[in-house]
Every structure is written in C-alpha cells, then in structure tokens.
C-alpha cells in the first residue's frame, strides 16, 4: 500500500500496435482506477526482446505506447506511467527471483511452449525465464491487485507461489498479489476467426481494429468481417461472428445487447456491419487526434518519461533493497 492506497500493476508490450480489443477489454477500464489505487503502468520493453526486435523500431513503438496510454486518458500526474527498461530493479529482482525459482514450474508454463512453437529458431533463456521478469514486475511494487485475462492467470499465480515461497524463508517481504475483480472489461475476437481473441500480433492485417486505423480502413475491416449465412443480428453462441459484432457494439455505444438486437431487427448484415465501423471510428477518433497533439509536443513526453522512471525508481528501490539485504548481500556505503 503507497500513500494510503492499495498498489495496482500493469503494463503492455512495446511490440505491434494496440488493438481495439487492447483498448475495449483493458486501456478503457485502466481509466477509471486512477482514484482508488495507486497505479503502476508500464511500457514493457524488456519482455519484448525475448522476440528479435528491430531497435529503432522498438524505441519508436514504446514512445508511442507510452504515448497513447496518455492520449487513452491515463493522467501521467495521478498514475506512473513509465518505460520498464528506465527501472533496473525489474532486472536486478528478476535475477534474485530466479534462484527461488523451480524448474518444473517453468516446465509447465504454456506461454513459452506456445511462443517457442513459434519462434524455433531463437528459443532463448530469456523466453523461458519470462515468467519470473513477470513475477518481478509484480512483486517489485508490492502491488496489491493484478489486472489479468485469462490468459495471464498462470503467470499471476506463479508470481504468487514465488512470494510465498519467498516470504517463508525471510518473513513478510512481499506482498502476495490477487487478480483484480473490477468492471468486465469486453473481451473482443479477430474479425476474421471469431474463434480467437483480436491480436496485435495476427499476420492477417483484416483480423483487427488498429488504435490508430483512419475511419475509411475501419470500416472497410468491418464490412469484410466473417459473420454466417443466415443475415439475422441475433446474440448467440452457434453465431460467433455476430455475436462479436455485437459485443463490440455494446462495449462502444453503451447500449443493451436486448437493445441492439431490436435496433437492427428489421436490418441486415451490411448495415449493421457500418453501423458498428462507424460507433468504433466515432469512438477512436478523440483518442487519435489527442495521440498527434501529444506527438508534437515532444517536451512534454520527455518529461512525463523522466518524473515517472524517478518515482518508479523511488518506489522499486524500497522493495529491491529490502530484498537485497534478506538475501544477504552487502549494504551500499552511503
């Protein structure tokens, strides 16, 4: 707890571009916690070279991820925002985490199965220590609640064993993290395979709705979405591709999915297709134009980057020293 608030922890890869689906079912609802929590959101750059990167790329997406968490609504004075590769306690912990680490917990992790299947030829330690940087992340601000997705519910509840496992051999060092229970946040799929999640990372360019796609390529990706034959806007599970389409809707306009499905009762695939083009542009528009305000105004991101790497350094440095010297290192000459 910092500064009488419960400590929050998330953050993002620095890799690809966020999606709607990025937006819809985490950014949007980041937004609202600023109050009741003290907020730590990080540009996860270090996760990201586990994957060969392009470096003037990769500096150029985490600018902009940074960048966009702001123009998303994050406010960088009440929540710190920063670049995790500007706090090198996610490093030094990570390494102090791996010895209270087990293998046959890294074994079972299926994030590096699924990423080593697809990158065979750079299947590197980095790739398979990933959930212990994970769990450093978590653990380095004491964070009391973890926003995860189902897909991150294994590196959370390692992240968990590791501290407990840590604190009965030290005492009460860490705080032992639980998921965040708060707003569902939409869980929205490709448009292309309504069977999967929208991703960043998808190779077909049609499968997503990109944060910063101009209005005409929003709706063109949306009148190409796979729906079914049968042309009636109906919520249901034998109808994935509608039934996205609606929950994207939904999550958009604010409006009921009984209220929808009356709306467009009497209307067909096509309209109903642009309608939700144009309530996704609608609603992505703002965030674009403030997104190229704060681009130009390079000062100013400069300096959010410089004050938050200092209070992410400030709040990190009390727990990694505490850690350092439960372990048995040294204490630094003052």
Not at 19 to 42: D, H
Request: glycine share 6%.
């Amino acid at each position: 707890m910092l500064d009488g608030k419960k400590t929050l922890f998330s953050g993002m890869q620095a890799t690809g571009t966020l999606t709607l689906g990025n937006y819809l079912g985490a950014l949007k609802n980041w937004v609202a916690l600023e109050e009741e929590y003290q907020c730590f959101y990080c540009v996860v750059d270090l996760h990201s070279i586990t994957v060969r990167q392009d470096p003037a790329e990769l500096r150029k997406r985490a600018r902009a991820l940074l960048t966009l968490y702001i123009a998303a609504g994050l406010n960088p004075e009440k929540n710190c925002i920063y670049y995790q590769s500007h706090v090198s306690g996610h490093a030094e912990l990570s390494w102090i985490l791996n010895c209270f680490t087990y293998m046959g917990e890294l074994n079972r992790m299926t994030q590096f199965k699924d990423k080593s299947a697809k990158h065979a030829d750079n299947i590197n330690a980095g790739l398979y220590t990933y959930p212990v940087l994970m769990a450093a992340d978590i653990l380095l601000f004491q964070s009391d609640v973890v926003p995860v997705g189902s897909d991150q519910k294994q590196h959370l509840e390692i992240t968990r064993d590791i501290a407990e496992r840590f604190n009965g051999i030290y005492g009460d060092v860490f705080t032992i993290p639980e998921p965040y229970i708060g707003k569902q946040g939409a869980r929205i799929m490709s448009l292309q395979d309504p069977e999967k999640k929208m991703s960043k990372s998808d190779e077909n360019a049609n499968a997503s709705i990109y944060l910063m796609d101009d209005t005409d390529t929003i709706i063109r990706k949306f009148k190409r979405a796979v729906t079914d034959s049968d042309n009636e806007i109906h919520y249901s599970e034998d109808k994935p591709g509608i039934r996205n389409l609606i929950d994207i809707y939904a999550a958009t306009t604010g409006k009921s999915i009984s209220d929808i499905e009356k709306e467009f009762a009497n209307t067909g695939y096509g309209d109903f297709k642009l309608a939700v083009g144009e309530a996704v542009a609608d609603l992505l528009k703002p965030i674009q134009d403030r997104f190229e305000e704060l681009q130009k105004d390079k000062a100013y991101i400069d300096g959010i980057i410089k004050a938050n790497a200092e209070k992410a350094n400030y709040y990190s440095l009390k727990t990694l020293r505490k850690v350092q010297k439960k372990v048995g290192f040294p204490e630094r000459i003052r």
